[in-house]
């Protein structure tokens, strides 16, 4: 059963093959890849490298982890499956902001208030425009009930 490596600190000079070369004497190697950007072309700066044999593998953790290569020191552990490791999706929701974070729905499309576009904290209210914020209600930075006149 093959095992893939994640290899990350790598310089950006490093190239598949001098990878590959640096991991050799451990065993056979299936693949060795060095991830470039899409845009740039240049490395990211991580790669893999696949072994056939799990015994493999274990023994190149364990000769190359806080080795150096093309004068970086690099850091090498079985790659993780790529369902697992958290989320890869989007970046989620959050609160604040100047007017508001979590902005739910697309304007364009009628949208809802409780979820739109001036829902959660921040300048113009808390969540749902009732609470906290500059010129919130309870809390806010005038604090205080908006109902009672200041004194």
Not at 28 to 35: L, N, Q, S, Y
Not at 38 to 46: L, M, P
Not at 146 to 151: A, G, H, I, K, T
């Amino acid at each position: 059963m093959s095992v893939k490596l994640f290899i990350g600190g790598l310089s950006y000079d490093t190239t598949n093959d001098t990878l590959q070369a640096h991991f050799e004497e451990f065993g056979k190697i299936e693949d060795a890849v060095v991830i470039n950007d899409r845009e740039t072309g240049r490395s990211r700066g991580f790669g893999f490298v696949t072994f056939a044999e799990e015994s493999e593998a274990d023994a190149a953790i364990e000769g190359t982890n806080g080795s150096e290569l093309d004068g970086r020191t690099i850091r090498v552990d079985k790659a993780a499956q790529r369902g697992e490791g958290g989320s890869r999706g989007g970046r989620g929701g959050g609160r604040g902001g100047f007017r508001g974070g979590d902005r739910g729905g697309d304007r364009s499309y009628g949208g809802d208030r409780d979820g739109g576009y001036r829902s959660g904290g921040g300048f113009r209210g808390g969540r749902g425009g009732a609470r906290g914020g500059f010129r919130g209600g309870r809390g806010g930075f005038r604090g205080g009930d908006r109902d009672r006149p200041e004194y």
